[in-house]
């Protein structure tokens, strides 16, 4: 069920709606029907109206459907009064997205990620399902506890989300730290609209096994791995969590330790699916949320990917004009790989420099400055000094050559 409100237009609902029904198969429903409304404001009490929600218990009967799912987030009282007029099981889009994480993540961040947006998710939404610990009365000795179970639930509830949020702040310093363990490497983060085949690339760049699935949100965590460039250089590639449309808020601050490495890269390789209709909708979505993300304006090369699926080499023509220094891919087949690695090569060549200096063997400070900002490519080990080849960010080079590390 959508809703087309005077700030969308009917298209983009059913564009949405689409995106939902896939979700909705990720998940392991069946869709049976499908319904846009167009209001000029929302119902207060049932979002939709009495006569929409008649018209969807009807379509329910007929079909014999047990769960209806809404494209927009419903508010606690407007589920229950549509679950109870229609008779059927109600979700919306959020609590599709935060049962599909649930199911595929895999790594303790993404299992606490997820519990976390679950729960501030749904501490709003705690009913009052038990009243046995209500007030029994007037009079001494027939009062209850000081708290109802409800009220207890929420303490608890809160308590574990400040538990999760604890763990991912650590999470997040031990990321930083790491970032700053590799800062010599140029980073560089694989972004994209959900199924548009980032693992893919990047099992196919790195020879890692993320897994790749024909559905949304195949992976959730972010894999990091070191690429060997031509020219001798190198970076580090992140594959990322697929982006979607309506993105809930809860995910953009549950996930914020993965989210960030797109934030913090120092270029984005943004994966298009050509194959898909319409594909440069998806890129125009997919930018607006990293927008949202604290990315806006990170040098980016998009990567059409699955040329292997378009039979029309006019359209791909027309996207490479439309889009200069695109890359074209399959990554499946393997084509248009080493394009990639040439657009990496270009910009790392171009944020980076080599330099070589002569360190005394007795100037420990300096040799540590270097491995620990730099990577240090060779070392020739003389009687006195030591001659190394350090390889460096040109901002970190700048840096060190003020303080006299680094020769002029």
Known sequence: MGVSLPDTSVEDEHESLDELAQLARTAGATVVDRFVQNRTRIDGKTYVGSGMVERIKRAADVHEANLLIFDNELRPSQGREIEAASEIKVIDRTELILDIFAKRAQTKVARAQVELAQLEYELPRLRRLWDHLERLGGGIGTRGPGETQLESDRRLVRQRVKVLKKTLKGVDVDRAEQRKQRSAMTRVALVGYTNAGKSSVMNALSGASVLTEDLLFATLDATTRRIDLPGGHAALLTDTVGLIKKIPHHLVNSFHATLEEVADADLLLHVVDVSRANCERYLELAEA?????????????????????????????RLGRMYPGAVFTSAT????????????RAFVE?????????????????MALFHERGEVLSKEVGDESTVMRVRLSKPEAERLRKMGVVAR
Request: hydrophobic share 30%; glycine share 10%.
């Open 289 to 317: 949320v990293i927008s949202d993300i604290g990315a806006r304006g990170k040098p980016t090369r998009i990567v059409f990917n699955k040329t292997d699926r378009v039979h029309d080499d006019g359209a791909l023509d």
């Open 333 to 344: 087949e393997g084509s248009g790989l080493d394009d990639v690695r040439e657009a990496m």
């Open 350 to 366: 171009d944020q980076e420099e080599i330099i070589e200096a002569t360190v005394p063997n007795d100037d420990g400070r300096t």
